[in-house]
């Protein structure tokens, strides 16, 4: 298949071509044709398939091109492809339906208690996503839907596509969360970590030219999410980023981790471990995000918790940083609502503890898509996996 002459080593099947487009990195007939090497028959017959079957659009002539002939843009047709995607938290839900290109058609929250098991919540997710599907208003987003990405707080193997001993998720072990919603509702199912996806979110998103990324979320608990070349490194077993549980140097006693071990980061950072604090200093509040809005309203005792416990995971980044020299660290969850409070802490702490080399050249910024990172990165796996030239090459059958 590979024409004489080609430049690269694709032979370039339609589902290579959909891939190539999709990326950004060709826009034109010509580019293509350098890039892959192809005929201009074969690339004609090609795409002729992909447009046929609804993956690609050729628009009508933009600019001009080398040899002064009009140059049609190609694009991949994402508005009519739905994506359903799940934020499942501690205590907390987010739910979406967005287009693939990420627009967000509709939208739901609401309290969930992740420790009661799959049962429960996943049931409640399914009647949210029925829900949302109804709520399109266009009649055709059952059809349109081409797959669904759920975010979890605990580590998954990515290969089973099952929940490994989630620390803080009793029953969900080995759960086939992703038949669930396969039986329910006909199309792929993937799920992952929420830090990786809301890693993948920011770094797809906002951060498309960096290499290396560490996404860091602090919520309830505190997980992270590693994404190199755009790609979310799970480890072998999806353990890659369960920072939660590291223990620190110099741990309060009685600071009891919902793991049951004693020490661990988030029982001294995470937002719960802030509320544990609070209400020691006779100062109520339920969640990490009310703790942001303490701080957020100035008050002294929780500005100094928030930052001491910034330090805190500071210094435990301070290895992470020293081992991958990641060129844009994120803070996402709650935390991350604090203002500069938290990343205050969190700068003193790493810049201490690294040569100038780490961190020279390293952006520490908070969350821009905030309590969107998940289902955005949702969204991006979906995509990814659904329109993944093995996917299309199949679906074509070519
Ligand atoms: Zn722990």
């Known amino acids: 298949m590979t024409a004489a002459g080609a430049r690269t080593v694709l032979t370039a099947t339609a589902g ?3 891939e190539l487009v999709r990326s950004g990195e060709v826009s034109t007939r010509r580019e293509l044709q350098e890039q892959t090497g192809l005929s201009r028959s074969t690339l004609t017959q090609r795409l002729a398939m992909l447009t046929a079957a609804g993956y690609l659009s050729e628009a009508a002539a933009m600019h001009s091109g080398v040899a002064g002939r009009p ?6 047709v994402d508005s009519d492809k739905y994506v359903l995607t799940a934020d499942l938290g501690a205590t907390h839900a987010r739910l979406a339906l967005q287009d693939a290109a990420g627009a967000i058609l509709a939208e739901s929250t609401g309290r969930i208690r992740i420790q009661d098991g799959p049962d429960p919540v996943l049931s409640a997710v399914l009647d949210g996503f029925s829900a949302l599907l109804a709520s399109a208003g266009d009649g055709a987003a059952r059809e349109r839907l081409c797959g669904i990405g759920i975010g979890v707080p605990g580590p998954v193997n990515v290969a089973t596509r099952r929940l490994q001993q989630p ?3 009793p029953g969900w072990d080995d759960y086939p969360v992703t ?6 509702f006909g199309v792929p199912t993937l799920v992952d970590n929420d830090a990786n996806l809301m890693g993948l979110g920011e770094a797809r998103r906002y951060h498309p030219d960096v290499p290396s990324l560490l996404y860091v979320k602090v919520g309830t608990g505190i997980g992270a999410g590693l994404i190199i070349d755009g790609r979310p490194e799970r480890g072998i077993a999806g353990g890659a980023g369960d920072i939660g549980h590291i223990r620190i140097a110099h741990p309060v006693a009685g600071a009891l981790c919902a793991c049951g071990a004693n020490g661990c980061l988030a029982a001294h950072a995470s937002g719960g471990a802030l509320v544990r604090q609070l ?4 100062i109520a509040v339920e969640t990490a995000a009310d703790v942001a809005r303490l701080v957020q309203a100035g008050n002294a005792d929780a500005i100094a918790l928030v930052r001491t416990a910034g330090q805190l995971l500071g210094e435990v980044l301070a290895t992470a940083v020293a081992l991958l020299n990641p060129g844009v660290l994120v803070i996402g969850g709650s935390m991350a609502l604090t203002h500069e409070h938290f990343l205050i802490g969190v700068r003193e702490s790493l810049y201490e503890r690294t040569v100038p080399l780490a961190t020279r050249d390293l952006t520490i910024t908070a969350s821009a898509l905030q ?4 289902i955005e990165g949702a969204r991006i796996m979906v995509v990814d996996h659904v329109f993944s030239a093995e996917a299309v090459d199949a679906h074509l059958g070519s």
């Open 371 to 374: 309590d969107r990172a998940a």
């Open 16 to 18: 290579q071509i959909l």
């Open 179 to 184: 038949t669930v919603f396969e039986d329910r």
């Open 71 to 76: 140059a049609k843009a190609l694009s991949f």
């Open 167 to 169: 620390p803080i998720m």
């Open 279 to 282: 209400a020691d200093r006779g």
